[in-house]
């Protein structure tokens, strides 16, 4: 067990709604990043968070953003989903920004239909 | 960052050793290597890391060459529950680590 904990488990969507996910870091951990792992695929980096705010950012548009709250616990959030978000989203808290030991959950699977 | 390549995927049987090789052609002189394992519809879990030479723990080897372009992980007597897919990264960036499509192993009885 990672001690990080990701909520709901499973999600279903329709084309256009939002959705939001949350995670649970480990405790201490002060950096979280999320994740998009589509099927038969590596995880790709979304964005980290460190102390309540963003700290790097990949290759996704706007419409995806996150929060990190004072306990450390995170959120994702998805505007108009399209077809292709669906997927494996992992949270994974890390002691520190510069530590890449990452200690992922086992992440909510998003359908959109 | 630098990009890493590795087997798409490797059979083996049980009891044997598994050695994984991951190139890294462009690695910076700040990037550590780190491997990551991942069972299905869970997240992946961190193996073992290293910058040169050989690293070793309770569950894995890693070895890196003088060049560090190159580095190969080593799963000594593997078990059926070895079975997953095995990520290579080399990151020296803080901020984010990039998984590549990772080699999946089949560990046969």
């Known amino acids: 067990e990672t001690g990080v904990t990701q909520s709901p488990t499973h999600l279903i969507k329709t084309r256009g709604q939002q959705v939001t996910l949350r995670c649970s870091s480990q405790?201490?951990?002060?950096?979280v990043s999320w994740y998009q792992q589509a099927l038969g695929q590596g995880p790709q980096f979304i964005f980290q968070?460190?102390?309540?705010?963003?700290?790097g950012r990949g290759n996704f548009p706007p419409r995806f953003s996150g929060l990190q709250f004072p306990n450390y616990s995170s959120e994702l959030n998805v505007n108009a989903l399209e077809l292709d978000d669906s997927a494996l989203y992992l949270c994974a808290s890390s002691l520190e920004r510069g530590n890449e030991k990452l200690f992922f959950g086992s992440g909510t699977q998003l359908s959109v239909l | 960052l630098a990009k890493t390549t590795q087997p798409i995927s490797m059979d083996s049987y049980e009891g044997q050793e598994v050695n994984i090789t991951c190139s890294h052609n462009n690695i910076a002189t700040n990037d550590y290597i780190t491997w990551y394992q991942q069972f299905p519809s869970q997240g992946p879990r961190f193996i073992i890391q290293?910058?040169?030479t050989k690293v070793t723990n309770e569950v894995a080897s890693l070895f890196i060459p003088a060049d560090r372009k190159s580095s190969t992980l080593s799963l000594p007597r593997v078990s059926l529950s070895d079975t997953a897919v095995y990520y290579c990264?080399?990151?020296?960036?803080?901020?984010?680590?990039?998984f590549g499509a990772g080699t999946r192993l089949a560990v046969h009885p």
């Open positions: 968070y460190y102390r309540e705010e963003e700290n």
């Open positions: 990264l080399s990151s020296g960036g803080y901020n984010k680590l990039i």
């Open positions: 405790s201490g951990h002060n950096t």
């Open positions: 290293g910058y040169k």
